[in-house]
Structures are given as C-alpha cells and as structure tokens.
C-alpha cells in the first residue's frame, strides 16, 4: 500500500471499530444499565426493557442504511461517515452521562432508548461507508485484500468494548462499578471520538465519487432507482438472499451463538467462555484479510459459498464436539436418561420471543421451556387434547400446571414449585447444573471454535468488497447498504431466538442449528445460481 492508501484504511477501519465498540457496550451493560433507568419497573420487566432498547438499535439499522445511504450517493463518502461517526460518538457520550430513572422519572428511558435508535440509524450508515470509500480508493487487483480489513472491525470493537468494561471494573470494584463507574466506557468514547473525527476531516472524498460528480452521472434520487427499479432490484434481492443472509447467519452463529452455546447450554462458566472464545477470534482474525486477499485471485463468490456450504455440513458435528470436550456428564444424561413430555400438541407453541416480551403459560410450554432452558434432550409424545402436559424422567412422571387466568403471585409460587421438583429429578437422572472444569478438554474446545471463526472469515472476508463490485457509484451507498443490514441485522440477530425455540419445539439441543444451516444452504443455492462473479468488475461505472 501507499502511504495514502494506508491512511484511507486506517482511518475508516478505526472509525468503525469505534462505531462497533460503542454499540457493543450497550448490550454488555444492559443489566447495568436496566437498574438504572428502568427502575420504575420490577426487576425483570427492567432488563426486558433494556433489551428491547439493544434490539431497537438492530431494528432501525435497514432504516439508517436508507437514510445515509441516499445522503452518501447525493453529496459524498466522506462527509456521509462523518456524520455518523458524529451521530454514534455523541449518542454512547450522552448515555454517559444522561440522568437516571430517579432523578429524572420516565424521562430517563425515554431519552435512553431514541439515543439507541440514533446508534443504530448512524450503524447503517457506517459500514456502506467504510467499504465503498476503502473500495473506490482500492486498485482493482487488491480489492478484495484492502476491504478485508474493514470487515475485522466488528470483532475488533467488540474486545475494545469488553476490554475497557473488564479493565475499570476490576480498578474501581464492583460496588462503585455498579453505582457510577459503568458511565467511564460511554464517557472514555469521547476521545476515540476525537481521535476518529480528526483522522477522518483530513481524507478526501473517493476518486470515483468526485469523477462522477464531475461527469454529472450522480442520482438524484438513489432511494429510487435502487429499489424501483427492477434491474437493480433483482441485484439487491440477489445480493440479500445469495450472500449477506448466508453470511449473517454464518457470522451470528460463529461468534455470537457459540458463546450462547458455550454458556447457557452447556453451563460453561461465563469468563472462562469469553476467554476462548477470546483466543479463538485471536487466532482465526487473520484469516478475514487472508480470504480477502485469495479472493483477489480466485474470485469472490466460490470463497463465500464455500464457507456457507462448508459451515452447513460442519454444524452438527461442531457444535455436538463442544458438548463432548465441554460437558461430557450432559451428553452422557442425553445417551442414558432420555425424557418424554405428554403433551397436547395444540398447546404446544413455537416458542419464538426475540425480543422477550411474550409469555408461553400453557402446561406444554411450562415443560418445554423448563428442559430446554436446563439443556434436556426429550421426545415429544402426543396426548388427548385438553389434557394437562406431563414429563416422564425415567420413570417418574411429573405433571405441569395451566399458567392462564393465574395471578402473577399464584403463577410465581407454582412455576417455583415445579421447578424445584423438575431440577431435582434431572439432577437425580445425571443432567449437570453446570460443566465440570476438570473434565473440560479447552484445547480441544478452542480448536473448535476457531474452525467456527475461520467459516465466519470465509464468508465475510470477500463480502464488502463484492458488494461494492455489484452496484453502480451513482446508487452504490444505498443498494449495497440495505441488503447487508437486512441480512445481519435481522437474519442474523434472530439466531439465538431462532435456535432456542426450535429446540424447545423438537426436544434436542442441536435442532436450532437447522436455522443458520437453511438459510446458509439457501444462500449457496441462490448464490451459485443466479450471483455473478464480480471481481474484476470496473466500479467507476
């Protein structure tokens, strides 16, 4: 690289890394942060709502990469991710220091969550930044090597954040963490957010974008001819559907939902999980550049659905190799002491809650949840309808209770109840509280996860810089954004959610990986048939 070169993609990938730290931070300090301004609610309804103001970042993502997307095609790259640097950087500051639920009332929340959806808005407008800027400086021989480095970011971001949070607990303590001290990360963002700024004004807009400008070829209206437009259209459907859907959940289920896994599955205490996962992300990072750069020789597309495919066949057996080297007392409870709820299947629901609003209080969503909340493999057997569900554990046989039309109390006290009765015949039947460190195999384990990271890599690697190759520059901004913050703001984000109520649904821990694996297994049959190869592609069109 140049000394010029360097500079565009040091200072877009920093300004990211900022971006994703800031929206990081919030959702490793939501339990913090529901005590602080959802006081007014009990203590559950608290962190329900601070989760719903995490998700509310996701959801308005699509909607902030049409908004900055417009602005980036009409008046420029720079000055686009300028402004959202601008709009994320002061958002995490006034969490810093915004007043709490009991000093300010209702206030508080209220201000709180359109602070997240501002996060969120400037989110989806930063990486259709970051990547057409570092691609329109790029030589078209190195592309796919220079965007790599835009796609680390995210993991990046998410050690910045957790980093600095582990860092000033562990300096002030947990009391004075809890009372104040979890303000500092939000307030330490003001000077990453000068150090970005500054880096930043001192660019100049990308080649492409200025030879456009001077041709007089822009779009005057990029919402417009990116999505009415159907020959443009049915490229961004293709890029949503053959390539970011796959490699969101590809993405999502590498990292996000293998620590899920790791944790609340198989009871992996929480800091030893992010340790390897931590050491896993260590070693498989590199291969984001690796993969970015082979895609400059082979191509973009036969990486991408490779890993897809790879990751599809890989699934199962990875996920079921943690369950042997991480927990073997759960997968010998599985082989020896199986289960079976009686049910009525009408009763039954699909226990889909990604937002975990909804309550499941039919006696057959009492059991489901119960077994797959303690990690239970159980086979379903139907019962006569209206009939109360039942659990047979061995043989014993336990019977639920119907939670509707129960006061909040009477339904506390009952789920309580069977609870303590259901947790002690599994524990009785061999099913582990949680895994036993001395019979972990962690080397085993960390190999394992870094398989998963190096899928992640493969399809995210290439990706920004093949959807960059897609579009035109008049309409680039815009319809390269939307189709990647579609795929890994809802596709991918509804991973865990997904899996958990497909598990509940069939009764086996390893049933929820059939979502990423559909979806990663449509993506390669829409990919391989209708995607075209885009290196070599001339982006100045």
């Not at 639920?101 to 930044?129: D, F, N, W």
């Not at 086979?379 to 006061?407: H, M």
């Not at 006290?413 to 036993?436: E, F, V």
């Amino acid at each position: 690289m140049t000394p010029g070169e360097r500079r565009v993609v040091f200072a877009s990938s920093l300004g990211t890394v900022f971006e994703w730290y800031d929206f990081f931070l919030y959702g490793s300090q939501a339990a913090i942060i529901a005590s602080h301004f959802f006081s007014g609610v009990n203590p559950t309804a608290g962190f329900v709502f601070a989760l719903l103001a995490f998700a509310a970042g996701f959801a308005v993502r699509p909607f902030g990469a049409l908004l900055f997307g417009r602005l980036g095609d009409m008046v420029g790259r720079k000055y686009t991710f300028l402004v959202t640097i601008l709009i994320m950087g002061m958002s995490t500051f006034m969490v810093g220091v915004l007043p709490s639920y009991s000093s300010i009332g209702i206030a508080a929340p209220i201000i709180l969550i359109a602070l997240r959806m501002l996060q969120g808005l400037a989110l989806g407008g930063e990486y259709g930044g970051a990547a057409t800027y570092v691609a329109e400086h790029s030589p078209p021989h190195r592309r796919g090597f220079y965007t790599s480095w835009i796609q680390t970011t995210a993991t990046m971001g998410l050690f910045l954040s957790l980093l600095l949070v582990l860092g000033i607990r562990s300096v002030l303590g947990d009391e004075t963490y809890l009372d104040w001290g979890w303000r500092a990360p939000f307030l330490i963002s003001s000077v990453l957010l000068g150090i970005s700024v500054w880096i930043r004004m001192r660019l100049n807009e990308s080649p492409a974008f200025k030879k456009m400008q001077a041709a007089g070829r822009g779009s005057k209206a990029p919402i417009r001819d990116s999505f009415a437009r159907w020959n443009n259209l049915k490229i961004v459907l293709l890029a949503l559907f053959g390539l970011t859907m796959g490699e969101a959940v590809v993405w999502y289920t590498g990292q996000f939902y293998a620590l899920f896994f790791l944790t609340k599955i198989l009871g992996v205490e929480a800091n030893t999980a992010n340790i390897m996962i931590a050491l896993a992300l260590l070693l498989g990072t590199p291969c984001f550049v690796i993969f970015g750069s082979l895609s400059d020789r082979i191509g973009r597309k036969p990486i991408i659905m490779a890993g897809c495919l790879i990751a599809a066949l890989a699934y199962f057996p990875v996920f079921k190799g943690l369950t042997h080297f991480a927990n073997p007392a759960l997968e010998k409870a599985h082989r020896e002491s199986p289960v079976t709820i009686i049910a009525d299947p009408a009763a039954c629901s699909f226990q889909f809650n990604p937002v975990g609003i909804l309550s499941f209080n039919s006696s057959c969503d009492i059991l489901k949840s119960f077994m797959a909340g303690h990690s239970v493999n159980y086979t379903n057997q139907a019962a006569p309808a209206g009939s109360v569900a039942r659990a047979r554990i061995g043989k014993d046989v336990f019977t639920s209770f119907e939670g509707k039309g129960l006061s909040r109390a009477e339904f506390a006290q009952r789920m309580s109840d069977l609870q303590k009765t259901m947790t002690a015949a599994i524990r009785d039947h061999g099913y582990p509280a949680k895994a036993d460190p001395t019979q972990m195999n962690y080397i085993m384990i960390v190999l394992l996860l870094t398989l998963l990271v190096v899928l992640v890599t493969m399809v995210y690697g290439p990706i920004a810089a093949t959807l960059v190759e897609m579009f035109p520059t008049r309409i680039r901004y815009t319809s390269m954004s939307l189709p990647y913050h579609i795929g890994n703001g809802w596709f991918g984000g509804f991973v865990p959610p997904a899996a958990f109520a497909i598990a509940a649904a069939t009764g086996n821990i390893y049933d929820g990986l059939w979502y990423p694996v559909l979806i990663a297994l449509l993506a390669v049959v829409v990919g391989t048939l209708f995607v075209r190869e885009t290196r070599g592609t001339d982006i100045n069109a």
